[in-house]
């Protein structure tokens, strides 16, 4: 089992940065690729961002490519999300979640999720 409390989002006006934070307890958290999702309200959960369970490897939607950057500091058991350049569309609740398989953009490859974190863009 593992457990993820994600942290870090807030108001902010266009143009502006947020670094989001997720930290993991439970199982071995170096074990498990990560990943990053959103959803707003009226819309399906969508992909954000992943990275492997080494730090090696990341992978982001098209809409947050070149503004996002997903890293995760293993001695620290967490994984965070540095968002730039923030959009009024990025409005959403940001979820973090563990996957015991592979970083994908499969929303059903995740095996465990945290409660979510506001993120809101002001235009």
């Known amino acids: 089992q593992v457990q993820l409390v994600e942290s870090g989002g807030g108001l902010v006006q266009a143009g502006g940065s947020l670094r989001l934070s997720c930290e993991a307890s439970g199982r071995t958290f170096s074990s498990y690729a990560m990943g990053w999702f959103r959803q707003a309200p009226g819309k399906e959960r969508e992909f954000v961002a992943a990275i492997s369970w080494s730090g090696g490897r990341t992978y982001y939607a098209d809409s947050v490519k070149g503004r996002f950057t997903i890293s995760r500091d293993s001695a620290k058991n967490t994984v965070y999300l540095q968002m730039n350049s923030l959009k009024p569309e990025d409005t959403a609740v940001y979820y973090c979640?563990?996957?015991?398989?592979?970083?994908?953009?499969?929303?059903?490859?995740?095996?465990?999720w945290g409660q979510g974190t506001q993120v809101t863009v002001s235009s």
């Open positions: 979640a563990a996957s015991a398989h592979s970083y994908s953009g499969n929303r059903g490859g995740y095996d465990y």
